[in-house]
């Protein structure tokens, strides 16, 4: 295995042997979904395996949702303990996953899309080997005005002072690519990067005239923004989603329900992608044969504590539509369970 590619979860287990027993290095990992433990080989006793899975910052959902698969990977597995750790979101969590900082990273499709094929911001440096373990939720284009302002639909945005989200984030790629498609951009407009919670406290403090959320709603900032000060969410017209769609091939229509957020009155028509959990094609079948029983077994747990994971519960909504090949750890556990055929 090239050194770039070595696991995290392999070099947590080292220094669990090491500690453990004072003495050398073990051999490579063997994963027994058997008996549920890393072995170093094949009789002695399962092993702890500690594993990271990248995130978000807090004001979205990633945060959320990849606490919630940390915590029921850890109660369904004993011998794993899954961590999070928080990132600028999707575009770090690739690259995360690219240099073995992180095991595993929740990923939008949008950027594993792009990441895969070596476009954009991966122009010329394709990450061929990403690849999925399930999708959790979708993520959907959001914007807050406050009520008072004269800003009815995105394309009014022009000129404005706009948060699309943290710098390199789904969510800023995502306005970028909508409002790309509105004719707004850069040259005709103030774009700034904020996080959503100090972007909702700028909209409140008028020093922002709009904040852009792409995450499963509700979104906990927009949220927050909302119960603090009367606020509308901004429309596209049906023309204009239809130009987004048609440009973005990882998105999907989607309506941002009635009294999703405090004082919302009315259902909102915009777009949405879904967000993967992914991992690298170096990582273990077996164990992420183990990880994907484990997620798949722990879906009501999940959605129970983030309901915008109920959406694992759709048919075929884990498993296809995906932008990137399965992980063949993933990919045998769906077609053992029938629900992957050729």
């Not at 702890?48 to 979205?60: C, P, Q, R």
């Not at 911001?121 to 807050?144: C, D, H, Q, T």
């Not at 498609?181 to 919670?197: C, E, R, S």
């Not at 992980?327 to 029938?338: M, Q, V």
């Amino acid at each position: 295995m090239d050194k770039k590619r070595i696991s995290k979860f392999a070099a947590g287990v080292v220094g669990i042997l090491i500690l453990a027993a004072g003495i050398g290095v073990a051999s490579r990992p063997f994963w027994d979904s058997t008996t549920s433990g890393l072995r170093p080989d094949k009789t002695s006793e399962p092993q702890l395996m500690i594993l990271t899975i990248g995130t978000a910052d807090s004001g979205g959902t990633m945060y959320p949702v990849g606490s919630a698969i940390a915590q029921a990977l850890t109660a369904k597995e004993p011998f794993l303990k899954v961590n999070t750790s928080a990132s600028s979101g999707s575009l770090a969590n690739v690259q995360g996953i690219e240099n073995g900082q992180i095991d595993m990273g929740l990923v939008s499709a949008d950027v594993a899309l792009v990441a895969y094929e070596g476009k954009a911001e991966f122009s010329g440096k394709p990450v061929e080997n990403l690849r999925v373990i399930a999708a959790v939720y979708s993520s959907l284009s959001n914007w807050m005005v406050r009520e008072n302002a004269d800003i009815v639909y995105v394309h009014d945005l022009i000129g404005k002072r706009v948060a699309l989200g943290p710098e390199g984030s789904t969510t800023e790629l995502s306005a970028r690519n909508a409002l790309t498609v509105l004719g707004i951009n850069k040259n005709n407009t103030q774009f700034l990067n904020y996080g959503l919670g100090t972007a909702g406290t700028a909209v409140m403090e008028n020093d922002v005239d709009a904040v852009h959320g792409f995450a499963g709603i509700p979104i906990n900032g927009l949220e927050e923004m909302a119960q603090k000060t009367p606020t509308r969410l901004l429309q596209y017209t049906d023309e204009e989603l239809h130009k987004i769609l048609a440009r973005n091939a990882s998105y999907s229509r989607s309506i941002i329900p009635a009294g999703t957020y405090t004082g919302q009155t009315q259902p909102v028509e915009t777009f949405g992608v879904k967000c993967l959990l992914c991992v690298s094609a170096d990582m273990d079948e077996e164990l992420v044969y183990t990880i994907t029983k484990a997620l798949y077994d722990s879906v009501d747990e999940m959605a129970e504590e983030q309901p915008v994971m109920a959406e694992m519960k759709k048919e075929d909504f884990c498993y296809s539509n995906l932008p990137v090949p399965l992980h063949p750890g993933a990919e045998k556990f769906y077609r053992e369970r029938g629900l992957v055929q050729d």
